[in-house]
């Protein structure tokens, strides 16, 4: 299984972003895949996922309204739509998938495979 996120790089406070992640090698419907991210100094926190059985989205309440998921038609690309940036948003943005829904990989913060992660930086 592998996850390659995409996307990264540096905006402006206010902008949007979208960061993607390729996953390939996963064909089992019980695995959702989701999207961390962890700050210098911060523990990594849960933003949201897909439930690959259910196609149903689940994000964060700490984001919501601002980052939305979504997947192409093929489910191999999972995408993280950011708007409303912020410099707290500042971050190394993980893609990650776990054999659970997506709410349940937020509560438990695990997964079992995890990309490389992309750097998003957020100037003020």
């Known amino acids: 299984v592998q996850l390659v996120e995409s996307g990264g790089g540096l905006v402006r406070a206010g902008d949007s972003l979208r960061i993607s992640c390729i996953v390939s090698?996963?064909?089992?419907?019980?695995?959702?895949v989701g999207w961390f991210r962890q700050a210098p100094g911060k523990e990594r926190t849960f933003l949201g996922g897909i439930t690959r059985r259910s196609g149903i989205s689940y994000v964060a309440d700490f984001v919501k309204g601002r980052f939305t998921i979504s997947r192409d038609n093929t489910e191999n690309t999972i995408y993280l739509q950011m708007n409303s940036l912020s410099p707290e948003d500042t971050a190394v943005y993980y893609c990650?998938?776990?054999?659970?829904?997506?709410?349940?990989?937020?509560?438990?913060?695990?997964?079992?495979?995890w990309g490389q992660g992309t750097q998003v930086t957020v100037s003020s």
């Open positions: 090698g996963l064909t089992d419907s019980r695995y959702s």
């Open positions: 990650a998938a776990a054999s659970t829904s997506a709410p349940t990989m937020g509560r438990n913060l695990r997964a079992d495979y």
